[in-house]
């Protein structure tokens, strides 16, 4: 796919409103509707961009906040039907997750639903989402989402909270039927300012793991993680069943701990690892409308390009200079010299947060530092 010329996925902040108040909450959302959200005719214009890209049209993905908030999702996703611009739905788990609204999204043309499990029990999801429980809610609304006919991803944040729960959490999931599971590493804006990240040395630990989990029939991503591309690549040379990663890759206790869960509870892997192969980065693939159509790289990358009240997304997508470097891997520090630059690239929402620079390299990644694997990491496929 050429990304110069439109994204892969069009995030969209519908709105700032949300009945929950999760602890690590990038939006910072609010109990009410902010008075500057787009517009109802706004958004269709963000449709009608998109339905003029070049193809495949790019998905847009309806976002929070929740957007079961805003009263004119049934407008916003009957016009996109019209145009054939595909539409996926991020809402949070509450009471206005109903099955009436889902058979209208349907109706609508939305197949593709993501929800957030942040804990493999109760109590350590209710923590970080703040609602009595919000864990059993969340379980009853997956089912109901596949009852509706919805592809159902599932969204979990890492961090220090929930870290030794990840291997019960996949085992969750599959057991479940969900098909998809995206992994966002914690990246420190809005509420995630407050929440402890996982060390430094445990990035590597968990990608390694994400590899392990991807063998189970469930589609494994990351979001804030492209090194974990670096990683699979990395195993994909080494399949001989023989070989132990935690050995061969000099990975640590909690490399160990969450593979040793996993095999405990799921036994020996059923498919073949099943993660993407797509190179998307903040900005590149990928791009974020705020609730008042400010434009950025992603979410977690707080860095104005423009807004949609001014300009087409897709135009300030293709023209904005710090987009344009991003896109052709112009990194600074390891990034900039590291051989999977275009295939991985880093964090650029990491490198914003930890220097001010996005195009710094993602001090998440282990890979050229001091201590390297055994693996020889010539070129990526
Ligand atoms: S050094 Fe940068 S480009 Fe290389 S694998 Fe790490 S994050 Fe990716």
Same mark, same amino acid.
């Given at each position: 796919?050429?990304?110069?010329?439109?994204?892969?996925?069009v995030?969209?902040e519908t709105?700032?409103?949300?009945?929950?108040?999760?602890?690590?909450?990038?939006?910072?959302?609010?109990?009410?509707r902010?008075?500057? #959200? =787009?517009?109802?005719?706004?958004?269709?214009a963000?449709?009608?961009?998109?339905?003029?890209?070049?193809r495949?049209?790019? @998905?847009?993905?309806?976002?929070?906040?929740?957007?079961?908030?805003?009263?004119?999702?049934?407008?916003?996703?009957?016009?996109?039907?019209?145009?054939?611009?595909?539409?996926?739905?991020?809402?949070?788990?509450?009471?206005?997750?109903?099955?009436?609204?889902?058979?209208?999204?349907?109706?609508n043309?939305?197949?593709?639903?993501?929800?957030?499990?942040?804990?493999?029990?109760?109590?350590?999801?209710?923590?970080?989402?703040?609602?009595?429980?919000?864990?059993?809610?969340?379980?009853?609304?997956?089912?109901? =989402?596949?009852?509706?006919?919805?592809?159902?991803?599932i969204?979990?944040? @890492?961090?220090?909270?929930?870290?030794? #729960?990840?291997?019960?959490?996949?085992? =969750?999931? $599959?057991?479940?039927?969900?098909?998809?599971?995206?992994?966002?590493?914690?990246?420190?804006?809005?509420?995630?300012?407050?929440?402890?990240?996982?060390?430094?040395?445990?990035?590597?630990? $968990?990608?390694?793991?994400?590899?392990?989990?991807?063998?189970?029939g469930?589609?494994?991503?990351?979001?804030?993680a492209?090194f974990?591309?670096?990683?699979?690549?990395?195993?994909?040379?080494?399949?001989?069943?023989?070989?132990?990663?935690?050995? #061969?890759?000099?990975?640590?206790?909690?490399?160990?701990?969450?593979?040793?869960?996993?095999?405990?509870?799921?036994g020996?892997?059923?498919?073949?690892?099943?993660?993407?192969? @797509?190179?998307?980065?903040?900005?590149?693939?990928?791009?974020?409308?705020?609730?008042?159509?400010?434009?950025?790289?992603?979410?977690?990358?707080?860095?104005?390009? %423009?807004?949609?009240?001014?300009?087409?997304?897709?135009?300030?997508?293709?023209d904005?200079?710090?987009?344009?470097?991003?896109?052709?891997?112009?990194?600074?520090?390891? /990034? %900039?010299? /590291?051989?999977?630059?275009?295939?991985?690239?880093?964090?650029?929402?990491?490198?914003?947060?930890?220097? %001010?620079?996005?195009l710094?390299?993602?001090?998440?990644?282990?890979?050229?530092? /001091?201590?390297t694997?055994?693996?020889?990491?010539?070129?990526?496929?």
């Amino acid at each position: 796919m050429d990304f110069d010329r439109a994204p892969r996925l069009v995030f969209w902040e519908t709105t700032k409103a949300c009945p929950l108040a999760c602890v690590h909450c990038r939006a910072t959302a609010q109990r009410d509707r902010a008075p500057d #959200e =787009l517009t109802t005719e706004e958004g269709k214009a963000i449709i009608d961009d998109l339905a003029a890209a070049p193809r495949p049209t790019p @998905v847009l993905i309806l976002t929070g906040g929740d957007c079961l908030q805003r009263p004119d999702l049934g407008e916003l996703t009957e016009y996109a039907k019209t145009l054939d611009v595909p539409v996926a739905i991020s809402p949070s788990v509450s009471p206005s997750l109903s099955a009436a609204t889902l058979s209208m999204l349907r109706a609508n043309g939305v197949r593709n639903a993501s929800l957030s499990l942040d804990g493999a029990i109760a109590e350590t999801h209710e923590q970080i989402r703040q609602v009595p429980g919000h864990f059993a809610d969340t379980i009853r609304a997956i089912s109901l =989402l596949q009852e509706h006919g919805f592809a159902v991803q599932i969204n979990s944040a @890492v961090m220090a909270q929930n870290v030794r #729960e990840l291997a019960d959490i996949a085992t =969750l999931l $599959v057991r479940n039927g969900v098909r998809t599971w995206e992994v966002f590493f914690l990246i420190a804006v809005g509420r995630g300012h407050a929440i402890a990240e996982i060390e430094s040395h445990e990035y590597e630990d $968990v990608c390694h793991f994400l590899v392990d989990a991807a063998q189970y029939g469930m589609t494994v991503r990351t979001v804030e993680a492209p090194f974990f591309r670096r990683v699979r690549d990395w195993r994909a040379r080494r399949p001989d069943s023989s070989i132990d990663p935690a050995v #061969e890759f000099r990975l640590g206790p909690l490399y160990r701990d969450l593979h040793a869960r996993l095999r405990e509870q799921m036994g020996e892997p059923t498919s073949r690892v099943l993660a993407p192969t @797509v190179a998307t980065r903040d900005g590149k693939g990928i791009v974020f409308v705020g609730h008042d159509g400010r434009v950025y790289p992603a979410g977690f990358l707080p860095l104005p390009l %423009g807004s949609v009240r001014d300009k087409g997304v897709l135009e300030i997508y293709r023209d904005d200079p710090v987009l344009k470097a991003i896109r052709s891997a112009e990194f600074h520090g390891r /990034c %900039g010299h /590291c051989e999977y630059a275009d295939e991985c690239g880093g964090s650029r929402a990491r490198a914003y947060a930890a220097t %001010g620079d996005p195009l710094a390299d993602d001090p998440a990644c282990q890979h050229l530092r /001091c201590a390297t694997p055994r693996v020889e990491a010539s070129s990526p496929r």
